[in-house]
């Protein structure tokens, strides 16, 4: 590749990352954009709602080894959304939010248009933003993910009720939390909390405790 072309692949790429980084601090100043959950239960399957370790044989708790990792591999294959989404959140969990959002950018530009992809890149977004202290951008990209759903995902009620706690929207949060139990009983007991939390971030973890403790004390009726 000529080194003319190599420089206006690199712009493309900047103006792509630019617009979809101007897109998301737009969303920031929108509303709560989330009410009181459905009566109905939320068990609807997502698999766009996971986790994927990319990297072999690496302890997702060694984040600078996984972070290396990724960035070689995104070397040779620079539009792999999921590689971009895992990347992203390791550098938000490292405090480095300029390097998330960006790395969010570009997976929302290679994802535009396939919903299931989309779907995996505002959930992990929102998980990014949970990390560096943005609740309120977290609940908003999960609600767009829920929207592209269409359906009731089942993990919508206990991201809600962990993003809304942070916000201080402590009954709302509650709320959400009790629609997690009727869709998944097994929340109703601090072992189903922990195995829910098993492979979480410790913080992401004491959130959730937080939150079934404030439920688990609060009167039934």
Known sequence: MTAP??????????????????????????????????????????????????????????????????????????????????????HAQGGNGDAAELDFAMAA???????????????????ARLALGAPREALAHWQNAARLHGGAPFWLPYTNAIGLWRMDQRELALAWFAAAVRSKPELATREGVEALATSWQDDERRTLEDVYEAWAAKPKG
């Open 5 to 90: 072309r190599v420089a206006r692949n690199a712009w493309l790429l900047g103006v792509l990352a630019a617009l979809a980084l101007a897109a998301a601090h737009a969303q920031d100043a929108a509303p709560l954009p989330v009410g009181a959950p459905a009566a109905s239960a939320y068990v609807d399957p997502d698999e766009a709602a996971q986790a994927v370790q990319y990297v072999e044989k690496a302890d997702p708790r060694d984040r600078n080894k996984v972070l290396n990792e990724l960035t070689r591999a995104l070397k040779k294959d620079p539009k792999h959304v999921g590689m971009l989404c895992a990347r992203g959140y390791i």
């Open 109 to 127: 530009s290679y994802a535009a248009g396939r919903s299931d992809v989309m779907r995996h890149v505002y959930w992990s977004w929102g998980w």
